[in-house]
């Protein structure tokens, strides 16, 4: 008899380290008063959840945690909205793989 074994995405990234470049954020948001609709889609498609609302209702990002999947990249970089380049070489995500 099979069974079946359920597991949360947030349990897998868990897994994963992540090597912080200080100071060298490989994601920038670019400034603004009010978020724009592809910042504020960022807020609930990001799978790591780098995404945030501050206090003053604008969305920054934390990248400690980005897995790399690019799919803010798709959303916001040809809005402008934000900046995306991969990690130097040996920082950011580390695959956890099984
Ligand atoms: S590349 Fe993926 S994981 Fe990284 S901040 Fe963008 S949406 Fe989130």
């Known amino acids: 008899m099979a069974t079946e074994t359920a597991f949360r995405v947030e349990d897998k990234l868990f897994q994963n380290r992540y090597l912080v470049d200080a100071g060298r954020a490989h994601i920038k948001v670019r400034p603004h008063t009010t978020p724009s609709a592809a910042l504020r889609t960022l807020l609930t498609t990001c799978p790591a959840r780098c995404y945030e ?13 980005c ?9 916001g970089e040809p809005t402008g909205d934000i900046e995306w380049n991969y990690p130097r070489g040996g920082y950011g995500v580390l695959f956890k793989f099984g």
């Open 53 to 65: 609302l501050n206090d003053k209702g604008q969305v920054e990002i934390t990248a400690d945690g």
């Open 67 to 75: 897995v790399e999947c690019g799919t803010c990249r798709i959303i």
